[in-house]
């Protein structure tokens, strides 16, 4: 039995909510409670030269660039083996759309490492009714990952997923699909780092 995060996205200026999903092994879990901002350990974030910012989160163990300050939202969530929390932070400029998410489960919850990286590929492609293009495990800055890409009719969606010891994180980066930013993909995707 293995829980996972899923990032659900919706059309119509793309607006994004998270919320912890359980595998089919388990009852559903009651609907969540609306996210809330994070009260503790405020991110930082400074400008560079190019106008993006180096985005830091304390909370959350990461840097990234991003074209501006990212929103937070979390939420916690009861289930039968514990609480767990999800946080989400969110960025859209005029045309693409940057995606960080993390899960922090109950430290007495066991789980599989690689079936959590690919739960969080499938019920996420699933979630935004996109079709798997292409996946591939990988290994970044030494930690276990899945690099996958998806597309809706008018969308690609580009995500990588890491486990950080018990922590599962999922970037993500939408764009127009005929109108890829391979530039600032490459950009979000190589500023991403994580501190075990």
């Not at 400074?46 to 910012?53: A, F, R, T």
């Not at 950080?164 to 994180?169: A, D, K, N, T």
Request: hydrophobic fraction near 35%; aromatic fraction near 12%.
């Amino acid at each position: 039995m293995k829980r996972f995060l899923a990032i659900l996205l919706t059309t119509l200026g793309l607006s994004f909510s998270l919320s912890a999903q359980e595998h089919n092994r388990r009852p559903p879990a009651p609907a969540p409670p609306r996210p809330t901002p994070t009260p503790t350990k405020a991110p930082s974030a400074i400008e560079d030269d190019s106008g993006w910012v180096n985005f830091k989160s304390t909370l959350g163990r990461f840097s990234v660039l991003v074209p501006e300050t990212p929103q937070d939202k979390t939420e916690t969530t009861q289930s039968e083996h514990g609480p767990y929390t999800t946080h989400l932070f969110v960025v859209r400029d005029p045309k693409n759309v940057y995606l960080i998410g993390w899960v922090d489960y109950d430290p007495s919850f066991n789980f599989n490492r690689q079936a959590e990286l690919e739960a969080n590929r499938d019920n996420f492609v699933k979630g935004i009714s996109a079709t798997l293009v292409a996946t591939r495990a990988t290994t970044i800055d030494g930690y276990p990952a899945i690099e996958f890409t998806a597309e809706t009719s008018d969308r690609t969606f580009k995500s990588r997923v890491y486990m950080v010891g018990r922590r599962p994180y999922q970037i993500v980066v939408g764009y127009p699909k005929d109108d890829p930013d391979a530039e600032a993909t490459s950009r979000f995707f190589n500023s991403f780092k994580v501190q075990p």
